[in-house]
């Protein structure tokens, strides 16, 4: 046997010695899809309004900074609704102003009174725009970052329209501790106490200084663990730090409630400095740990915390404290976000579904397996053989790459079942042509392989275009269809080419006498 022959022999063993082992155990190695084993499918939408609110804060104290380094004097710069209003101390003022407002190009300047020397800066309709995607961008890369940490295998986060993200987390049963973990803003913000909420307060009167706000306190049963949140304490609206100073969130047990948890902060050098500083000059006061507008604690400072350290309490179970520290240290999401459309799938429907998606595909690879050995005889149990291979190559490299099993995937798998017998059916078609034209049986099969290559890339290639641009457009059940119709289409073509024509040289080629083929 020749050695090229050998070679040949061997890039097929060691092509299927490693795809059994990359493919074994199969239900450890293929991820299923939402639709095949369960989860829960959310729609979220992200507060737009909101996004451009904090933007425009930024914008009003960056603008009072330049004001005061430019010696410019303004009785207010503050957001009013949709833009940034300036009230000049005088209206002589204006053309040093201008020149201040001038370096922000992406805004415009509206409702100008030159006389009162006032004016509301506001972002041109491309500017809200670009802000409200980038943030929609910072949403979905933490929010995945937050579902990595999770241990969702294979999620789906993706954009939708201009203000929405949808997310699928196969395998997950919890849709509680799901949503809890994906709908939390996740702003940590440090503020002092003025003094504590008694029956006594008035409340309105209170809610309508600036400078003071009542948030609430997340009180939680010692016996059932159920929370409710009370009114707590006036605290100041101004945070002193927030958790973007934060290097890492770590989870402890604790020590003052025994089969609680609680979470400890550590902060970069920077928030370390911070937090001393406040906790020296505010002895003897109570400072708010303050999350997503909802206090947890409220510890009475004692002494200067040089070690930049904190925790956060609140009779927390191990996976609230667990999925808090995944929120801190992922990092808050630049604006809130809303569950507008919730939908679990059991996993009995994705069993269902199983065992249908197998039926369908051993139905049509028996039907195919019969009728090529029928009409094909011996080449068309070649082909069978063929077919077997490129399933085994097809299942191994979505094991392998950790693509995720869809039923649209399930139907990618049969189409490629076709595609791959109509592969071999070409090639077949063409050696019996020339065995028409009098060609002798080795010149037949040698230009059979030969003429029908061309033709064969040709399907291949428009297919799998097609496949990546589903891929690349599509979402999830869509991009499991693409990967699976993608993946058998490159095994089609190494069985088809490559194996193959090894079969028909081991059992045709290699005879010194070869009168006729089975075809």
Known sequence: MPRRLWLRIGIVVAVAVVSVVSLYPPKKKINLGLDLQGGIHLVLGVDAAKVLAAQLDRVAE??????????VAAT??????????VQLASPQAWSEASGVTDQYSSYE??????????FVLQPKPATADKIIADSLSQVIERLRNRVDKFGVA????TKQGTDRVLIQLPGIQDAERAKALIGQTGLLEFKLVERFVDSGTDLAALERTPALQILPHRVVDPQTKTERLVPYAVIQRAALLTGASLSQALVQADTNAAGNWQVALRFNPEGARKFAEITENNVGRNLAIVLDGVVNSAPRINERIPGGEAVITGRFTIEQAQDLKIVLNEGALPA?????EERTVGPSLGADSIRAGLRAILASTVIVFLFMVVYYRLSGLIADVALGLNLLLLLACMAGFGATLTLPGIAGIALTIGMAVDTNILIFERIREELRVGKTTRAAIQ??????FRAIIDTHVTVLLTALVLYGFGTGPVKGFAVSLGVGLLASLFTAVFFTRLLFDLFYMGRRTLEAISI
Do not use: M, N, W, Y
């Not at 960056?62 to 010696?71: N, P, S, V």
């Not at 300047?109 to 006032?118: I, K, L, M, V």
């Open 62 to 71: 960056d603008l009072k900074g330049a004001f005061d380094r430019k010696g």
């Open 447 to 452: 230009a059979g392989f030969t003429r029908a």
């Open 154 to 157: 294979e999620p789906t986060i």
């Open 336 to 340: 809130p976000v809303t569950i507008l």
């Open 109 to 118: 300047r509206r409702q100008e009174d030159r006389t009162a020397g006032s």
């Open 76 to 85: 207010r710069v503050a957001r009013d609704g949709g833009g940034v209003v």
